[in-house]
């Protein structure tokens, strides 16, 4: 948050450059009949800076930079993968099997450096380099070296018969590096199985408007690192500075009247961490109607992750920070929808088609020894949670009845039910969740002689967004209008908003929970393919001009400037607005030409 953030990004000058070369290479032998056997090798290097030049400014006394600065971060990233795999496959009259085995490693290697400084001996864009820092500058140099390994071994057995009965089995053994497990459980096994019949093929299939139609089963495991550091489940040593809470006497010659740093973990150890395991069923039917001109498949899911891996609670004792720990189970399940339709009328084509998910997110088990874990944080208040029987970090804070018209104090409920115009923090619960319960889309193409257009719209509904841009430690900074417009005041007792004067704890409670449903014109594009006759003058084969616009509007109630917040750094943020940026709209004018 920022009373303006047009400060802050004026007077701030980013840069960056980035380099990027990657290739791969493969071969193909065929030993014998129906045996290939396959060698893959790719690989990519990037090199990434960063520059930020910090000049002297002060605004007020919140939005200040009383020392010019300079932060240089250099960034190189290696990676390579390696696949060896063979394909067998075998036709015997109307059977038809396909059988792969093979293995895949990686290897990723980051470099990092960072540097800053300041102040600068001259303030000005044309001095911003780290070799211009004043005499007895503050400055920082850091750095570290990270590699990551990943080995697998994988099958894939495919079965028809008359393209009418289909079956495929799969199974894979990932093991990951010691940065990111203990020795003892690197290794996970996940198998899958499919199967479909094809409805339409059997000779009973009643000849009508359907020309297809085939139900399918799918079972299958997949594991997941994705939110693992490097060596979480390792208890770091830190060292705390001399003067520091950690610091302790110094037994020099018989006394101790001196103080020194100290060693300590930096976290919890976690040896019993583990793969993180999401398990999918799914049940569906395509169906295709009308010459094909209509598409429909429908599918009910259920996943359920296992071993959710997320950051724990650590205990209060032990005076550091938690590890990460397989902490519960997740299921979530629901329903998909996908239809189109295309059809032509001379020479105008259409086709128009949308889709639409449900979902239900439920935490199904929590470990014992954690019966919740707390999650973001907004002016130093836990505002999301991860317990049992809720959605994976719902908004978790103070229910309230509204404000009372004649005091314009804010009327909480408290955890027993009872009304209050006080509240601990014994009285938070559930408040809402970020997490959508139906998704949806629409796609429209059209195209008329050499014209073409084409729109995409997106949109999500049935959850909550959770204000956390208001702070309570700094009343100069910026509250959206819909705090102002309804507010209670001693000549508006009809107002829905609190007052200038609100108990602290409103604005942690369910006053900061918005609607959060959305449409989005997502993009709309208009092109023009130029005739041959005009581009084989050029020596090109074809040829096409557009103009598209990306976000182009959105549909909304919710009052910040963006309903579809997600989270750029941890999951248990996921609805929280802390005053993010909208996505920009941007117009392309583009030429593709082919020679």
């Known amino acids: 948050s920022t009373a303006n953030p047009f400060v802050t990004r004026d007077l701030s000058y980013p840069s960056s450059q980035t380099s990027l070369l990657f290739g791969n290479a493969f071969i193909d032998l065929t030993p014998v009949k129906g045996l290939v056997v396959t060698s893959r090798f790719g690989g990519r290097t990037m090199s990434y800076r960063s520059h930020l030049y910090r000049p002297q400014y002060f605004y007020d006394s919140q939005t200040n930079n009383p020392v010019s600065g300079v932060t240089d971060d250099m960034s190189l990233i ?93 199974l894979r053994r990932d093991a990951a590096g010691s940065d990111f497990l203990p020795t003892a459980n690197r290794w996970g096994t996940f198998p899958a199985a499919s199967g479909g019949w094809v409805v339409s093929s059997e000779n009973f299939f009643p000849k009508t408007v359907l020309s297809f139609m085939k139900i399918r089963a799918s079972w299958g495991q997949n594991g997941s690192l994705s939110n693992l550091g490097a060596f979480g489940y390792r208890a770091a040593l830190t060292s705390a500075i001399s003067t520091g809470p950690t610091s302790y006497p110094s037994l020099e010659a018989g006394t101790s009247n001196t103080m020194t740093s100290s060693t300590q ?67 979530n399940r629901g329903f998909e929808f996908e239809a189109s339709y295309r059809n032509k009328i001379g020479k105008f084509n259409y086709s128009v088609s949308g889709n639409f998910a449900t979902l239900h997110n439920e935490v199904t088990y929590m470990n014992p020894n954690m019966p919740y874990l707390t999650g973001a944080t907004v002016n130093l208040q836990t505002v999301t949670r991860f317990d049992k029987g809720h959605p994976i970090w719902y908004f978790y804070g103070y229910k309230t009845k509204g404000i009372d018209a004649e005091t314009g104090k804010t009327i909480f409920y408290k955890a027993d039910g009872s009304e209050s115009n006080t509240v601990t923090a014994a009285d938070k619960q559930y408040i809402g969740s970020g997490i959508p319960t139906l998704n ?139 005053g993010m940026y909208p996505v920009s709209r941007t117009i392309l004018f583009g030429a593709s030409i082919s020679f």
Request: proline share 3%.
């Open 265 to 331: 973990p930096a976290n919890l150890s976690n040896d019993n961490l583990k793969w993180e395991t999401s398990e999918q069923s799914d049940i569906g039917i395509d169906i295709r109607a009308f010459n094909d001109r209509v598409s429909i498949s429908m599918d009910y899911y259920i996943k359920k992750t296992k071993d959710l891996l997320t950051t724990g609670a650590p205990i209060l004792e032990t005076g550091n920070a938690a590890t990460t720990v397989n902490a519960g189970d997740v299921e």
């Open 440 to 578: 949806y889309g629409f796609n429209i193409d059209l195209s008329y002689k050499s014209f073409d257009f084409k729109t995409f719209l997106q949109g999500a509904s049935g959850h909550q967004v959770m204000l956390g841009m208001v702070r309570t430690d700094r009343t100069n900074f910026n509250k959206l209008q819909v705090f102002y417009d309804n507010r209670w005041t001693p000549t508006n007792h009809a107002g829905t908003m609190p007052s200038a004067t609100a108990d602290a704890n409103t604005w942690f409670s369910d006053m900061m929970i918005f609607k959060g449903d959305y449409l989005k014109i997502k993009q709309v594009q208009l092109g023009y393919t130029v005739p041959k006759s005009v581009m084989s003058k050029i020596a090109a084969s074809a040829g096409r001009i557009y103009v598209s616009v990306e976000n182009l509007h959105t549909f909304t109630k919710y009052p910040g400037a963006d309903p579809e917040v997600g989270s750029s750094v941890n999951i248990n943020s996921l609805g929280v607005d802390r």
């Open 78 to 170: 290696s990676y390579w993968q390696l696949e060896n795999f063979a394909t067998y496959a075998k036709k015997i009259g109307e059977h038809n099997a396909t059988f792969l085995a093979g293995m895949s490693y990686s290897n990723e290697k980051i470099n990092i450096l960072h540097a800053d400084g300041g102040p600068l001996s001259f303030d000005s864009p044309l001095f911003d380099d780290l070799s211009y820092l004043a005499s007895n500058p503050t400055d920082n140099v850091s750095g570290y070296t990270t590699m990551t390994r990943k080995l697998s071994y994988f099958s894939r057995f495919n079965y028809d018969f008359k393209n009418k009965y289909m079956f495929q089995f799969s």
